[in-house]
Protein backbone atom coordinates (compact mmCIF):
# COMPACT_ATOMS: atom_id res chain seq x y z
CA UNK A 1 0.00 0.00 0.00
CA UNK A 2 3.12 2.27 0.79
CA UNK A 3 4.05 1.93 -3.04
CA UNK A 4 0.40 3.54 -3.70
CA UNK A 5 0.85 6.37 -1.86
CA UNK A 6 4.36 7.13 -3.63
CA UNK A 7 2.67 7.05 -6.92
CA UNK A 8 0.24 9.47 -5.63
CA UNK A 9 2.68 12.11 -4.55
CA UNK A 10 4.38 11.67 -7.84
CA UNK A 11 1.40 12.07 -9.64
CA UNK A 12 0.63 14.83 -7.47
CA UNK A 13 4.07 16.58 -8.18
CA UNK A 14 3.70 16.07 -12.18
CA UNK A 15 0.49 17.77 -11.88
CA UNK A 16 1.51 20.94 -10.22
CA UNK A 17 4.20 20.75 -12.65
CA UNK A 18 1.49 20.53 -15.37
CA UNK A 19 -0.92 23.23 -14.10
CA UNK A 20 2.14 25.69 -13.73
CA UNK A 21 2.97 25.01 -17.50
CA UNK A 22 -0.73 25.48 -18.37
CA UNK A 23 -1.06 29.07 -16.27
CA UNK A 24 2.01 30.73 -17.96
CA UNK A 25 1.80 29.69 -21.08
CA UNK A 26 -1.95 29.39 -21.88
CA UNK A 27 -2.13 25.73 -23.27
CA UNK A 28 -1.19 22.60 -21.81
CA UNK A 29 1.99 20.11 -22.03
CA UNK A 30 0.53 17.64 -24.49
CA UNK A 31 -0.84 20.84 -26.69
CA UNK A 32 2.97 22.22 -26.29
CA UNK A 33 4.77 19.17 -27.40
CA UNK A 34 2.64 18.55 -30.36
CA UNK A 35 3.41 22.72 -31.43
CA UNK A 36 6.94 21.51 -30.52
CA UNK A 37 6.64 18.46 -32.94
CA UNK A 38 5.31 21.31 -35.79
CA UNK A 39 8.03 23.97 -34.64
CA UNK A 40 10.21 23.31 -37.59
CA UNK A 41 7.35 24.53 -39.84
CA UNK A 42 7.16 21.23 -42.07
CA UNK A 43 3.12 19.70 -42.44
CA UNK A 44 2.76 16.75 -40.25
CA UNK A 45 0.01 13.96 -40.73
CA UNK A 46 -1.72 13.18 -37.55
CA UNK A 47 0.55 10.02 -37.72
CA UNK A 48 3.77 11.70 -37.79
CA UNK A 49 2.55 13.92 -34.47
CA UNK A 50 1.50 10.17 -32.87
CA UNK A 51 5.02 9.39 -33.19
CA UNK A 52 6.56 12.33 -32.22
CA UNK A 53 4.38 13.03 -28.97
CA UNK A 54 4.34 9.54 -27.51
CA UNK A 55 0.39 9.34 -26.89
CA UNK A 56 -2.32 7.34 -28.33
CA UNK A 57 -4.26 8.20 -31.57
CA UNK A 58 -7.63 9.15 -29.93
CA UNK A 59 -5.38 10.85 -27.37
CA UNK A 60 -3.46 13.06 -30.00
CA UNK A 61 -6.80 13.33 -32.16
CA UNK A 62 -8.53 15.51 -28.94
CA UNK A 63 -5.15 17.65 -28.79
CA UNK A 64 -5.10 18.79 -32.08
CA UNK A 65 -8.49 19.25 -31.75
CA UNK A 66 -8.22 21.67 -29.54
CA UNK A 67 -4.69 23.34 -30.50
CA UNK A 68 -6.83 24.09 -33.89
CA UNK A 69 -9.26 25.53 -31.82
CA UNK A 70 -7.31 27.83 -30.22
CA UNK A 71 -6.16 28.60 -34.05
CA UNK A 72 -2.42 27.78 -33.69
CA UNK A 73 -2.70 24.94 -36.62
CA UNK A 74 -4.83 24.28 -39.23
CA UNK A 75 -6.06 21.47 -41.08
CA UNK A 76 -5.89 20.12 -44.73
CA UNK A 77 -6.48 17.01 -46.81
CA UNK A 78 -3.58 15.15 -47.75
CA UNK A 79 -3.02 15.39 -51.29
CA UNK A 80 -2.87 12.10 -52.69
CA UNK A 81 -4.68 10.03 -49.91
CA UNK A 82 -7.59 12.35 -49.33
CA UNK A 83 -8.31 10.40 -45.84
CA UNK A 84 -5.04 11.54 -44.26
CA UNK A 85 -5.15 14.89 -42.65
CA UNK A 86 -2.06 17.29 -42.81
CA UNK A 87 -1.74 19.66 -40.08
CA UNK A 88 -0.01 22.90 -40.64
CA UNK A 89 1.31 25.67 -38.11
CA UNK A 90 -0.28 29.05 -38.56
CA UNK A 91 1.30 32.43 -37.71
CA UNK A 92 -0.39 32.21 -34.19
CA UNK A 93 0.95 28.85 -33.69
CA UNK A 94 4.73 29.95 -34.64
CA UNK A 95 4.23 32.94 -32.09
CA UNK A 96 2.91 30.66 -29.32
CA UNK A 97 6.32 28.20 -30.26
CA UNK A 98 8.11 31.49 -29.87
CA UNK A 99 6.53 32.89 -26.21
CA UNK A 100 6.92 29.19 -24.75
CA UNK A 101 10.74 28.84 -25.86
CA UNK A 102 11.49 32.10 -23.97
CA UNK A 103 9.97 30.66 -21.22
CA UNK A 104 12.24 28.98 -18.47
CA UNK A 105 11.04 25.30 -17.19
CA UNK A 106 12.26 24.88 -13.97
CA UNK A 107 12.74 20.98 -14.47
CA UNK A 108 15.12 20.91 -11.74
CA UNK A 109 12.55 21.58 -9.14
CA UNK A 110 10.42 19.08 -10.65
CA UNK A 111 13.51 16.40 -10.45
CA UNK A 112 14.12 17.13 -6.61
CA UNK A 113 10.99 16.88 -5.72
CA UNK A 114 10.19 13.43 -7.53
CA UNK A 115 14.08 12.98 -6.21
CA UNK A 116 12.70 13.37 -2.74
CA UNK A 117 9.79 10.35 -3.15
CA UNK A 118 11.73 7.07 -2.52
CA UNK A 119 10.32 4.05 -4.17
Known amino acids: ?16 FEKEFAEKNGITINEGMVL ?3 KDGKPKSANEL ?13 II ?11 EMGA ?3 RQ ?4 LTEAGSQK ?4 MKQELNLSELVKELTKITI
Do not use: H
Open 50 to 62: CGFVGLSNSRVSR
Open 97 to 100: IKEM
Open 36 to 38: CCM
Open 80 to 82: VDK
Open 65 to 75: NTVETKGYIIR
Open 1 to 16: MEEICKLKDIYKSLYN
Open 85 to 88: MIFT
